[in-house]
């Protein structure tokens, strides 16, 4: 890994602890997912796995963006009606989700169905930071996707490495 994608790596990691996600929030998903097939399978396990996804620049892009757009919603410095679209994180809107399927792709199919699967049960740090939204005045349109397409790639990225 150079030195860029390395310092990238941390700034993402920060970015991600300062918007109140760390990395043992995105590692309880990853166990969470992967316990009942990888039988022996540790949170340092899921930790590795997690570090390997942040390590892709297109997951640190994905992160940025996201994350910028959130905070740029808070702040209420976009342009109407993507102010809107993007604070009320409207269920037709779709694009914080496309954006995080970057991330999902880089670990094939099982990526994508993982990532699908906690979109929709919410695990974790992503159902608070759904609820939180609605309850604070922040905006985490982006941010609860991209925590549930690094789990879910972290996931796949578990699963493959048990398989061999």
Same mark, same amino acid.
């Given at each position: 890994m150079n030195k860029t994608t390395?310092?990238?790596?941390?700034?993402?990691? /920060?970015? &991600?602890?300062? !918007?109140? *996600?760390?990395?043992?929030?995105?590692?309880? %998903?990853?166990?969470?997912?992967?316990?009942?097939?990888?039988?022996?399978?540790?949170?340092?396990?899921?930790?590795?796995?997690?570090? /390997?996804? &942040?390590?892709? !620049?297109? *997951?640190?892009n994905a992160i940025l963006t996201g %994350?910028?757009?959130?905070?740029?919603?808070?702040?209420?410095?976009?342009?109407?009606?993507?102010?809107?679209?993007i604070n009320n994180d409207s269920p037709l809107y779709g694009i914080d989700e496309i954006l995080v399927l970057s991330i999902c792709n880089v670990y094939g199919s099982i990526g994508l169905t993982n990532f699908g699967y906690v979109d929709k049960t919410k695990p974790g740090i992503i159902g608070e930071l759904d609820k939180m939204g609605k309850q604070t005045n922040t905006c985490h349109t982006f941010m609860d996707d991209i925590i549930g397409a690094i789990a879910a790639a972290a996931a796949s990225s578990v699963a493959h490495n048990a398989e061999e």
């Open positions: 390395k310092n990238m790596k941390e700034i993402c990691i /920060r970015i &991600l602890n300062e !918007r109140g *996600v760390t990395l043992d929030h995105i590692v309880d %998903i990853v166990y969470g997912l992967q316990k009942k097939y990888v039988p022996d399978l540790t949170k340092e396990v899921c930790l590795d796995a997690i570090l /390997r996804v &942040l390590g892709k !620049r297109e *997951v640190q %994350i910028e757009l959130d905070k740029l919603a808070e702040e209420n410095k976009l342009s109407e009606p993507l102010q809107t679209l």
